[in-house]
């Protein structure tokens, strides 16, 4: 080949790798764009029908969780729209849907009510700004790889948080359903107290709209499940205040009208004075909604065969939110629910997402006036409803039955999300998942292992007691990280084996299990190996791994064990041992050699 064709082949070759490398840079910033060719009439179809569904199911769910973060109506709804949108286009997952959920607003509403009156412009003003913290944290999050981070709150957490959140939501709209006094900002504790102070002064044309509201729901979730319930309870309560306001004007409150048409702008209170105020709430809203968003979209992935790019959710998320904050939408998350209906309808893009929150738009226009018809003890019933589905009753009683550990784990989350600071409740129920890990590895299994007599490979198992054992040599198994939380339990083991038994100064470790063994640990196995040498026998090894292996070699600490003491298999291992444990008999009563690998003398 000539050099000119060498030249022009190099050249074409370097536009090649120029262009993949563009295109590939321009799928990370804008990752829409991976899915967005492969949009075709069928899919688009099957999006615009699930699109329909979900913006039927989201208009009275906005509302409501509205109400919860104590928000004016319309909040909710602005969180479904531009939120979405962004989320949808932005996110790893084809079929989650963002948008306002009920343990955002509890803590949305726990966070600020001690600092501004519920539903002022003051309150709407710091729930902006703690939404555009909560998308920096998420995308700061995203940018650095921290994808994982969720894997750290573990789901007896979530179902705990959540059961707690239920009982805050419902408790927190009992005047409302009942129509007695109990004080703005008041704890679960107070809001009890006073409800029973007020027993007498429950307004019965109140609560009969309630409860009318809260049997329409039950009996339209159980005889057409299809149907949004939300819609029929709301219908229902609507036309019974409808009746009594006719015969006593403004005896039952409404909602009022809903603002029509798309989000207006906004801006966040970014000022360092309110920010301080509100960081650590926004902290944690961040961690609770990318746990939501994640665990959701792993959950629809498993069904729908999809892989879940984490650190993406957690960028998608947080432009989500950064965006939302501009365009009065309040913190939002994945939801289960609409994102569960949206597989369920038949989405196969994201585009379905989107075209939620179109369909919003529209519907919204169209009912917005009928929402000044909606009663607020309506409003009530129907949270408490959406309480009662929160509490994952099944997966309570499995945890109570079959874990100590994780039942301490789920009634402490429960209990602290009733009685403290909310986002501390999320804080303490992670501690609590990591204290009970770290018991766990800092405890690693070992084992006396001796070969099992029946098995003609003689392999080796768990010695119970009743097994015969070398008189001078001891097979332990480790299994799990040896590291600086479990130094004592390890050195404990070993010497606690030699110390019953000083005659068996000689140790072989099965290392297969061996994960991980840090500096500390390094340490103390040099330690030990030179304690047992003292007693003139020594610490051998087999079956390491390469990475606890290389540790080992480059800080000279298989020197100082011996590196002549490491070994690939049992095998190899007994066959050099052995020669140490002198000529006569080694083997206890029954007068054959323990392992087949020995030659008794």
């Known amino acids: 080949m000539s050099s000119s064709a060498t030249i022009s082949h190099q050249s074409f070759s370097g536009r090649i790798k120029r262009k993949i490398s563009w295109n590939k840079l321009k799928v990370k910033i804008f990752p829409f764009l991976s899915w967005l060719p492969k949009v075709n009439r069928e899919t688009m179809r099957a999006d615009l029908v699930a699109g329909l569904t979900g913006a039927a199911v989201v208009l009275p769910q906005g509302v409501a969780f509205a109400t919860i973060a104590g928000l004016p109506p319309a909040y909710g709804l602005y969180a479904a729209m531009v939120p979405a949108v962004v989320a949808a286009l932005w996110g790893s997952s084809k079929h989650l849907v963002s948008g306002p959920t009920t343990a955002i607003s509890i803590v949305v509403f726990s966070a600020l ?43 007896t957490v979530v179902i705990g948080f959540t059961a707690g959140a239920a009982i805050l939501i419902a408790s927190s709209q009992i005047k409302h359903f009942f129509g007695v006094d109990i004080s703005r900002g008041a704890s679960f504790y107070e809001t009890m107290h006073e409800f029973l102070l007020h027993l ?7 609560a009969s709209v309630g409860f009318i509201t809260l049997a329409a729901g039950i009996v339209s979730r159980r005889i057409v499940p299809k149907f949004p319930y939300m819609i029929s309870a709301m219908i229902a309560g609507g036309v019974v205040a409808f009746g009594i306001n006719t015969v006593s004007a403004d005896a039952v409150k409404t909602v009022g009208v809903l603002a029509a048409g798309l989000p207006p702008l906004s801006a966040p209170d970014l000022s360092p004075a309110t920010i301080k105020v509100i960081a650590g709430s926004a902290f944690a809203i961040a961690i609770l909604a990318l746990t939501e968003a994640v665990s959701i979209g792993r ?60 369909f ?63 986002e501390f409740a999320i804080y303490i129920g992670i501690l609590m998942s990591l204290m009970f ?24 198992v768990p010695n119970h007691g009743n097994t015969r054992e070398c008189s001078r040599l001891k097979v332990v198994g480790i299994n ?45 196995l040099v330690n030990e190996a030179r304690r047992l040498r003292a007693l003139g026998g020594g610490l ?21 064990i011996g590196e002549e003491n490491f070994f690939a298999s049992k095998a190899d291992a007994i066959a050099v041992i052995h020669k140490k444990l002198g000529t006569s008999p080694v083997c206890s009563k029954g007068g054959k050699p323990v392992f087949i690998e020995c030659q008794l003398a």
């Open 360 to 422: 919003l738009v529209l519907i919204l226009l169209a009912v917005a006036p009928l929402a000044a018809y909606l009663p607020i003890p309506a409003m009530a019933a129907i949270l408490f409803l959406v309480a009662w589905g929160l509490i994952d009753f099944k997966h309570v009683r499995s945890i109570l039955r079959t874990s100590k550990s994780e039942s301490a784990i789920l009634a402490t989350t429960f209990f602290a999300t009733l009685f403290v600071e909310l």
């Open 200 to 206: 007498g002064s429950i307004d019965w044309s109140v």
């Open 437 to 460: 890990y770290l018991r766990r590895t800092a405890c690693p299994a070992i084992h006396s292992l001796v070969p099992d007599e029946a098995d003609p490979k003689r392999r080796l």
């Open 480 to 524: 799990g990280p040896v590291f600086f939380g479990a130094i004592n339990h390890v050195e404990g083991a070993l010497r606690g084996f030699s110390d019953r038994h000083p005659e068996q100064n000689h140790i072989l470790v099965n290392a297969k299990g061996i994960s991980f063994v840090d500096i500390a640990a390094a340490e103390m």
């Open 113 to 155: 009510s001690p600092l501004a009156e519920p539903g002022s412009a003051e309150f709407v003003t710091l729930a902006l700004t703690l939404t555009f913290l909560a998308g920096v944290f998420q995308l700061i999050m995203g940018f650095a790889k921290m994808g994982t981070l969720v894997n750290f709150i573990s789901h």
């Open 299 to 358: 959950a629809v992935a498993v069904r729908s065969g999809q892989r879940i790019d984490g650190n993406q959710e957690f960028i998608g998320q947080g432009l989500s939110n950064l965006a939302g904050s501009f365009f009065s939408g309040y913190a939002s998350s994945g939801s289960f629910n609409r994102s569960g209906l949206n597989y369920e309808a038949g989405a196969k893009t994201p585009l379905a997402a989107v075209s939620a929150a179109v």
């Open 540 to 560: 051998y090894f087999y079956g390491l791994n390469h990475e606890v292996s290389e540790l080992l070699n480059v800080g000279g600490y298989a020197e100082d």
